[in-house]
Each structure stands twice: as structure tokens, then as C-alpha cells.
């Protein structure tokens, strides 16, 4: 049986095989989002299997996101934040105003995602962290990476500031992804319908399974998957400590 997919863009951007899509442009310098609610309106009288909607940003979209997931339908949707535990924040600030005993109710909430981009080194001129000068690899961080994260420097590369006729001198080559995924069980839950949040992202991290230099992301937040790929060579981790926070004041959580 197929399923009936629709997604709702501002605009549409790429093509996807067998899902509907709308396109709906919506002026970012105005707050009227009634074409994109009216969007929404009609895929929901559709009885949509799994909907795509582009962004939520304010008290309408928000509750008509309600109203799909309390209907039944598979709903996808993003919104600006800083990890993924702050997607809560923004979903019951008074700007969008989700009631917290809804986005806690069974069978609402699935995950929470948070993703960053970053730069990728370039394969042909990447430098060995270790042959670096101390003004390119600061022996504070080799010891801190060493000590802190348990990682092993002699793994790591950094960018070559001249950069090579491979990446256009700019030392590095495409961009990869690191993330945050919070599946929610019934303690996390507990906490978010509390309003416990900070207790609930800890609560999350101390499940982590792994330690930083291995792939497995459960429990780890994106700066601790980024260090996994700067750990096998894929990503600079100067890059990863100006792109998060300074490795020296991070706080690490306990496994349970």
C-alpha cells in the first residue's frame, strides 16, 4: 500500500520522489503567515499519511502542527535552535506557545534532531596534528583532547592555512554533518512536561554507551560527535571547538 506523503516548503527547493509538495513563499520581513496555515489547512482535509511541514514559527502553524499530530498523521517539521533539548524552548515559547503537556503526552513527540554543518578537510593537503607547530596545534588542546575526551591526537588533522590547488587554497573540501538525536522515554518525558529540560539533556547524555572515539552518537550531544570525526581525521578540531564552545569549560556528563 502506498502511503500519501506531502511536504509544505518555503519554497521548495529540491525535488522528492512521490511526496507532494506545495510551495508557499512567505516574506521574512512580515509575520502574516496565513498562505502557509492555509497550506496547511488544506493537506490536513487531504488526510496526508505523513506530512513535511517547512518551518514552524509562530502560534498558528504551531497549533495546526498540533492538530496533524493529534489526528493521527506522521508529522516532520524544523525549527531554529541551539541543540536539540532547546527545541523544546522554542516550541512553548510564548512566540509559538506549545502547551508542554502536549509535546509530553504519549505518542506525540518521536525525536528531537540537531544538526550542524562542518567543514571537511581536504583530503590532499590536510596536516597531521602532531607535525603542526604549537601556533597551528596549541599543545593546551592536544593535552585537553588527550585527558578531557580521551582522545588520541596522533589520529587528528588540522587545516593547512595555504590550502592547495585541490580546494582552491582554502584547506578544506565539502562539509559533513554532526548531530544530536534525542529519542524521548518516559522519564525524559517526565521531565520535559516539568519543565525540567536542563535535568532532561543530562539525564540523555549519561545513557551515552561509547566513548568519544567511536561512530555510536547515542547520548552524545553534536560537539561529541564532531570530536568522533575529528578523531579519525575528517574534520579539524580547532574548527570544532570556535564552531561550539572552548573545550576547557564544556561540561562533561557521567555515564549512568
Same mark, same amino acid.
Given at each position: =500500500? #502506498?502511503?500519501? @506523503?506531502?511536504?509544505?516548503?518555503d519554497p521548495v527547493e529540491?525535488?522528492?520522489? *512521490?511526496?507532494?509538495? $506545495?510551495?508557499?513563499?512567505?516574506?521574512?520581513?512580515?509575520?502574516?503567515?496565513?498562505?502557509?496555515?492555509?497550506? /496547511?489547512?488544506?493537506?490536513?482535509?487531504?488526510?496526508?499519511?505523513?506530512? /513535511?511541514? *517547512?518551518?514552524?514559527?509562530?502560534?498558528?502553524? #504551531?497549533?495546526? !502542527?498540533?492538530?496533524?499530530?493529534? #489526528?493521527?498523521?506522521?508529522?516532520?517539521? &524544523?525549527?531554529?535552535?541551539? #541543540?536539540?533539548? +532547546?527545541?523544546?524552548?522554542? =516550541? %512553548? @515559547?510564548?512566540?509559538?506557545?506549545?502547551?508542554?503537556? &502536549?509535546?509530553?503526552?504519549?505518542?506525540?513527540l518521536s525525536a528531537l534532531?540537531?544538526?550542524? =554543518?562542518?567543514?571537511?578537510?581536504?583530503?590532499?593537503?590536510?596536516?597531521?596534528?602532531?607535525?603542526?607547530?604549537?601556533?597551528?596545534?596549541?599543545?593546551?588542546?592536544?593535552?585537553?583532547?588527550? %585527558?578531557?575526551?580521551?582522545?588520541?591526537?596522533? @589520529?587528528?588533522?588540522?587545516?593547512?592555512?595555504?590550502?592547495?590547488?585541490?580546494?582552491? *587554497?582554502?584547506?578544506?573540501?565539502?562539509?559533513?554533518?554532526?548531530?544530536?538525536?534525542?529519542?524521548?522515554?518516559?522519564?525524559?518525558?517526565?521531565?520535559?512536561?516539568?519543565?525540567?529540560?536542563?535535568?532532561?539533556?543530562?539525564?540523555?547524555?549519561?545513557?551515552?554507551?561509547?566513548?568519544?572515539?567511536?561512530? +555510536?552518537?547515542? *547520548?552524545?550531544?553534536?560537539?561529541?560527535?564532531? =570530536?568522533?570525526?575529528?578523531?579519525?581525521?575528517?574534520?579539524?578540531?580547532?574548527?570544532?571547538?570556535?564552531?561550539?564552545?572552548?573545550?576547557?569549560?564544556?561540561? !562533561?556528563?557521567? $555515564?549512568?
Amino acid at each position: =500500500l #502506498s502511503k500519501k @506523503s506531502y511536504s509544505i516548503e518555503d519554497p521548495v527547493e529540491y525535488k522528492m520522489v *512521490g511526496v507532494s509538495q $506545495i510551495s508557499v513563499q512567505r516574506n521574512a520581513n512580515e509575520r502574516d503567515s496565513s498562505g502557509f496555515t492555509a497550506a /496547511m489547512r488544506v493537506v490536513l482535509r487531504a488526510d496526508p499519511d505523513i506530512v /513535511m511541514v *517547512g518551518e514552524v514559527r509562530d502560534t498558528e502553524t #504551531s497549533s495546526l !502542527l498540533k492538530t496533524m499530530v493529534q #489526528s493521527g498523521h506522521q508529522v516532520m517539521t &524544523t525549527v531554529h535552535a541551539a #541543540s536539540a533539548i +532547546d527545541i523544546i524552548q522554542r =516550541l %512553548t @515559547s510564548s512566540e509559538m506557545g506549545m502547551p508542554r503537556e &502536549t509535546i509530553a503526552a504519549r505518542n506525540f513527540l518521536s525525536a528531537l534532531v540537531y544538526q550542524r =554543518l562542518i567543514a571537511k578537510l581536504c583530503p590532499h593537503c590536510k596536516i597531521k596534528a602532531l607535525e603542526a607547530g604549537d601556533d597551528l596545534f596549541p599543545p593546551q588542546t592536544r593535552d585537553i583532547l588527550r %585527558t578531557k575526551f580521551g582522545l588520541k591526537p596522533e @589520529s587528528m588533522f588540522i587545516t593547512n592555512p595555504n590550502g592547495c590547488a585541490a580546494c582552491d *587554497g582554502y584547506g578544506t573540501k565539502g562539509v559533513t554533518v554532526v548531530a544530536e538525536v534525542i529519542i524521548p522515554d518516559n522519564t525524559i518525558l517526565k521531565m520535559l512536561r516539568e519543565g525540567k529540560d536542563v535535568e532532561a539533556e543530562e539525564y540523555w547524555r549519561s545513557t551515552r554507551r561509547t566513548d568519544f572515539s567511536d561512530p +555510536d552518537t547515542w *547520548g552524545k550531544t553534536a560537539l561529541e560527535h564532531a =570530536l568522533y570525526k575529528a578523531h579519525i581525521g575528517m574534520v579539524d578540531p580547532l574548527v570544532v571547538q570556535d564552531q561550539f564552545e572552548p573545550f576547557e569549560i564544556y561540561n !562533561l556528563v557521567e $555515564i549512568a
